[in-house]
Each structure stands twice: as C-alpha cells, then as structure tokens.
T-cell receptor
Framework: GESVGLHLPTLSVQEGDNSIINCAYS??????FIWYKQESGKGPQFIID?????DKRQGQRVTVLLNKTVKHLSLQIAATQPGDSAVYFC???????????FGGGTRVLVKP | KAGVTQTPRYLIKTRGQQVTLSCSPI?????VSWYQQTPGQGLQFLFE???????NKGNFPGRFSGRQFSNSRSEMNVSTLELGDSALYLC????????????FGPGTRLLVL
C-alpha cells in the first residue's frame, strides 16, 4: 500500500447498509494482511487478518477478500453502524518479518 | 489483560531538543515495533525490537533510535528534533512476530515548535 497523503478517500454510507473498502497492496511477495480501524485520538485497532493461502475470511460483521492476482484486498462491513465511523487501513507484511506496510487509509462516515 | 501503554501521551518540544518515548507491551509479548503517523506520509515503520535486539529497521535517519529492556518494555529516542518530526508515534506489540497480529497503543503525540 502507498500513502495517499493528506486527502483520504471517503466512503459515505447509510446506517444499516453494507460497506466495501478497497486496498491495492504494493508487494507481490507479501503474504500476511491485516485490516485496522483507527478512531480519532486512538491507535489502530485490529479488525481481521488473512494469510496469502486464503482468499476469503469472515469475522463478526466483517469479511476480508484477497485477490493475489491483482494485488487487491477488500473489507466488507455488514449492516454498518455509527460506531463503524473511522479511518480504515490495510497493512501487509512478509513472512519473515514484523514490518507492516500500511495503505493510505479510507475514511468511513456513517449517516444515521 | 492490559493493552499496550505509551507514555507520555502528549509532548511539546523545540527544534534541536531530543525526546524519549516509552512503550509497555501487552504482558507476555516480546516483540515491539514503532511507527510514525503523519498526515502527509501516513503510517511508516520505524523499527522493531525482539529480545532486546533490533530485528528490523525502516528508512529513517539515524536521529531515530530505540532500545528494548529485558522486561520487553521499549523506548525510542529522537535527537536533534526537526519540525517535520511532529507526528503521532505508535507502538505495537505481539508475541514473537511472523504473521502475528500487532496490537497498537494509543500513541504519543509529539509537537515540535
């Protein structure tokens, strides 16, 4: 992932609708991917992860999809709630290390 | 289990000074990583410590350094502060690394005047 700088892309979604957040990752050798949620004034909070030997993983109200062919990751949030309003980051890492490379982030705004 | 804690939470320094930030990982976690977050560059990896040794390093100048103690607590130091060092400094920990989730602390907000 690459930083997109000051202007985060914003996804505006109606409460109760599903959200899809996309991420293009940078290194074809990356084999572990994580989605984080960051609320204002807080550190990133783990949402869900996926390893490169999988293409889909589900959690509670969240699903991560991995397409290694096009180096694309997505996070789906079902029945989006006001508490889901935050900035979402994808992160990638190689098997051998603990260095996370973050995408630029997407701001999600949930409208009541 | 208590989460990752960072002190101080906020800090104001002037150019040329140095600063030390502290991180206490989750109990039992032996790997501690540091990240810098700015509006312009996003989240960038600084370095990782495991068993008191730097295991990985990002692309930051030598003014940025760190260390880890035998109890896994870590400190990072920035010497000769520049205006561009103003950022949120985040610490993350996990058990031992390698495809394990990293858990983040709340960060230390550093403002350099």
């Amino acid at each position: 992932g690459e930083s997109v700088g000051l202007h985060l892309p914003t996804l505006s979604v109606q409460e109760g609708d599903n959200s899809i957040i996309n991420c293009a990752y940078s290194n074809s050798a990356s084999d572990y991917f994580i989605w984080y949620k960051q609320e204002s004034g807080k550190g990133p909070q783990f949402i869900i992860d996926i390893r490169s030997n999988m293409d889909k993983r589900q959690g509670q109200r969240v699903t991560v999809l991995l397409n290694k062919t096009v180096k694309h990751l997505s996070l789906q949030i079902a029945a989006t709630q006001p508490g889901d309003s935050a900035v979402y980051f994808c992160a990638e890492t190689l098997a051998a290390g603990n260095k996370l490379t973050f995408g630029g982030g997407t701001r999600v705004l949930v409208k009541p | 289990k208590a989460g990752v804690t960072q002190t101080p939470r906020y800090l104001i320094k002037t150019r040329g000074q140095q600063v030390t930030l502290s991180c206490s990982p989750i109990s039992g976690h032996r790997s501690v990583s540091w990240y810098q977050q700015t509006p312009g560059q996003g989240l960038q990896f600084l370095f990782e410590y495991f068993s008191e040794t730097q295991r990985n390093k990002g692309n930051f100048p030598g003014r940025f350094s760190g260390r880890q103690f035998s109890n896994s607590r870590s400190e990072m130091n920035v010497s000769t502060l520049e205006l561009g060092d103003s950022a949120l400094y985040l610490c993350a920990s996990n058990l031992a690394g390698v495809q394990e989730t990293q858990y983040f602390g709340p960060g230390t907000r550093l403002l350099v005047l």
